[in-house]
């Protein structure tokens, strides 16, 4: 029998250990899903463990990093090629191409959807990100034009870009479709409709605080906000502004650099900075859905998110990409302004695996 051989081998019967055997927890998920886009979404809610023994609060990171495309922008560019399918625009396998003007995360999950769901990617990217997510996207089979990082004023800026490629298909949205998730309203929903809820649910039902991070399109900030604010009626909401990025005068002020404005201020472009995905010189319609709800906001620099996230390996054993850092270095903020006791939450965008050539 099994308990012979093992006391052959060991000399003591599997069912008396000297020593407890430890406990593997049961598996987070038991249920089978269908497909990549299965994987999407339902991700934990984790308690960082130093950054709240160092505040006194409880400060939870939603790990999006978890999601099968490596980031959060699975479930926008899902719901986005979704609500195209719903609206008769995309059908699959019609030869349909999906563009988009991305700094990576956005392209990489519209290339890893566009495949699994059977159409083409062309993503336009400014040339200056992190090499591995061109890497990934050719590897995904999706088409990468790189272009220059230049005001949003110019033709050449990477979102106008991949909007004149789609429209080089004429009107036919079938034929090129512009995801367009910088004022598609898809983005915003699917926070609203699936992260807002899992946050609530993960806390027991709205039992958090504040609400902590940056923005790039702004769609899970204002999503998380619209849908949070409106069922815990105490929440504070504040933004994580990276270098260069206007959004923090807009919340603070409700001022921020017009792209036409000739001197005195460096667009985001123009500043150099590690940080990729978030901050933006411009009120895109994904910020301003929620924009009204947010508390106020903080400014956080190159230097202490890459010390944040030096810091979370060391103390945690999490490789964080630099939105992460950024909206962790803000959390511990926001907990030292609140002061001990308080649930704050943040978002985790992605894995430092894709920042390995700049940010990390
Ligand atoms: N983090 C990363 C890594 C991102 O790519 C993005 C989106 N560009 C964000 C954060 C910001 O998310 P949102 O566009 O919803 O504001």
């Not at 130093?50 to 978890?66: R, V």
């Not at 699959?92 to 700094?103: A, L, M």
């Not at 933006?280 to 910020?287: G, Q």
Request: glycine residues 10%.
């Amino acid at each position: 029998s099994t308990g012979a051989l093992f006391y052959y081998f060991y000399g003591s019967t599997p069912d008396a250990p000297t020593t407890p055997l430890t406990t593997i927890p049961p598996a987070r998920n038991s249920t089978v899903v269908e497909g990549v886009d299965g994987l999407i979404g339902n991700t934990p809610l984790m308690k960082i463990r130093s950054l709240s023994e160092a505040t006194g609060c409880t400060i939870l990171g939603k790990a999006e990093f978890m999601n099968p495309g490596g980031s959060s922008k699975d479930r926008v560019a899902l719901n986005i090629i979704r609500s195209a399918e719903e609206q008769g625009i995309l059908t699959p396998h019609k030869g349909s191409t999906v563009f988009e003007g991305t700094v990576g995360s956005t392209g990489i999950s519209i290339a890893m959807i566009a495949r699994a769901k059977g159409y083409k990617a062309w993503i336009v990217m400014p040339d200056d990100q992190a090499q591995e997510k061109y890497q990934l996207l050719e590897k995904l089979g999706a088409h990468v034009q790189k272009v220059r990082p230049v005001s949003i004023i110019d033709k050449n800026q990477f979102v106008n870009l991949a909007r004149v490629q789609a429209s080089r298909f004429g009107d036919d949205k079938r034929v090129g479709y512009f995801a367009d998730q910088f004022e598609n309203e898809a983005n915003f929903y699917a926070h609203y409709q699936a992260t807002g809820p899992e946050i609530y649910q993960q806390t027991q039902g709205g039992h958090l605080d504040a609400l902590v991070l940056g923005a790039g399109t702004g769609g899970t900030l204002s999503g998380l906000t619209c849908y949070l604010k409106a069922r815990v009626a105490h929440l504070k909401v504040f933004l994580a502004d990276p270098q260069g990025s206007g959004l923090y005068n807009k919340v603070k002020y409700n001022t921020m650099y017009a792209p036409t404005e000739k001197e005195g201020t460096r667009r985001r472009h123009q500043v150099d900075t590690v940080v990729e995905g978030i901050g933006v010189n411009r009120l895109t319609r994904n910020f301003d859905l929620g924009r009204r709800l947010v508390d106020d906001a903080y400014r956080v620099t190159d230097e202490e998110a890459v010390k944040m996230s030096r810091f979370l390996v060391r103390e945690d054993g999490l490789f964080l990409g630099s939105s992460s850092a950024v909206n962790c270095v803000a959390a511990v903020r926001v907990a030292r302004q609140l002061g001990p006791g308080h649930v704050i939450v943040t978002l985790l965008n992605d894995s430092g695996q894709r920042h390995l050539t700049k940010f990390w």
